[in-house]
């Protein structure tokens, strides 16, 4: 027998089927270890690409709410200075019409002065 082993050392040291299957154990152990974290990775990832859109898409609407608001206070600005441009418009013509009328008694009075 020792010469047997002594003719081939390979066949000396045989594999003791105890610790090989441990070893293989722990490594699917490892690998299934590993596959667990990949997933709740994966479910986090997912989780936060979905919060990003969550808060995309509030960030879009208020923006688009603000716009809303910017608008209607620019409408609401411009018809307040159209108004404003009206009444200085008709406040401006009733002061030229008032001088035209002045004139022209001041001219009728000067005519008829002449006239006498």
Known sequence: AAAA?????????????????????????????????LRRQAVQERQRGQQVERELRECRASAEREAQA??????????????A????????????EAQARR???EEEARRRAEEE
């Open 5 to 37: 082993r002594a003719a081939a050392p390979e066949a000396a040291v045989e594999p003791k089927p105890g610790p090989v299957s441990a070893t293989l154990r722990q490594a699917k152990d490892l690998q299934r270890q590993q596959a667990r974290q």
């Open 70 to 83: 910017l608008r209607a206070e620019a409408l609401a600005s411009a018809e307040a200075l159209r108004a």
């Open 85 to 96: 441009a009206r009444e200085e418009a008709a406040a401006l013509r009733a002061r030229l």
């Open 103 to 105: 004139r022209a008694e």
